[in-house]
């Protein structure tokens, strides 16, 4: 049995700083509370080959590894997927952006499944990601929504 989770926010804030700040992923430590570092690698053909690394968890170890994102912005939609899947044997995920009356949709989908000797089976991870999504888009809400207040009225979207 594979993973999936869906989580989705709605951010007060224009689709263009939406976009642009969530698909800035040199930006992403500014952006989401769990990651440490993001380095971008590769850029070409209209995909970004990045690693990630995560701040320290409770045992002090650090989780690093590499994911590639395709944006495409004349549907506003994301894919990506791990180059190196650690504990997954794949994990692909897709974002999601729909402008909707209060701000724009913003919504993850990823599919998964865990290896027979990761520390935790795929029931387990969907709960982990199902709590920590619904966390960290709470966090980018947040942001956004501060970022979109300072830079007042006439803002693009």
């Given at each position: 049995m594979a993973g999936h989770t869906r989580s989705e926010i709605v951010i007060?804030?224009?689709m263009d700083l939406v976009w642009a700040r969530t698909n800035d992923v040199a930006g992403w430590p500014e952006l989401f509370t769990e990651y440490a570092a993001a380095e971008v690698l590769d850029e070409r053909d209209g995909v970004v080959r990045f690693r990630l690394t995560m701040h320290p968890d409770e045992q002090g170890r650090v989780w690093s590894w590499v994911s590639e994102r395709r944006p495409d912005p004349l549907t506003r939609t994301v894919t990506a997927r791990r180059v190196e899947p650690g504990p997954f044997e794949?994990?692909?995920?897709?974002w999601t952006y729909e402008p909707v009356p209060g701000g724009v949709l913003l919504r993850w989908e990823q599919d998964f499944a865990m290896r027979p000797d990761a520390p935790v089976d795929d029931a387990g991870m969907t709960?982990?990601?199902t709590v920590n999504g619904a966390a960290q888009l709470a966090v980018i809400r947040d942001r956004l929504e501060a970022e979109a207040?300072?830079?007042g009225p006439g803002r693009q979207g």
């Amino acid at each position: 049995m594979a993973g999936h989770t869906r989580s989705e926010i709605v951010i007060d804030a224009p689709m263009d700083l939406v976009w642009a700040r969530t698909n800035d992923v040199a930006g992403w430590p500014e952006l989401f509370t769990e990651y440490a570092a993001a380095e971008v690698l590769d850029e070409r053909d209209g995909v970004v080959r990045f690693r990630l690394t995560m701040h320290p968890d409770e045992q002090g170890r650090v989780w690093s590894w590499v994911s590639e994102r395709r944006p495409d912005p004349l549907t506003r939609t994301v894919t990506a997927r791990r180059v190196e899947p650690g504990p997954f044997e794949y994990m692909e995920l897709r974002w999601t952006y729909e402008p909707v009356p209060g701000g724009v949709l913003l919504r993850w989908e990823q599919d998964f499944a865990m290896r027979p000797d990761a520390p935790v089976d795929d029931a387990g991870m969907t709960e982990r990601i199902t709590v920590n999504g619904a966390a960290q888009l709470a966090v980018i809400r947040d942001r956004l929504e501060a970022e979109a207040r300072v830079s007042g009225p006439g803002r693009q979207g």
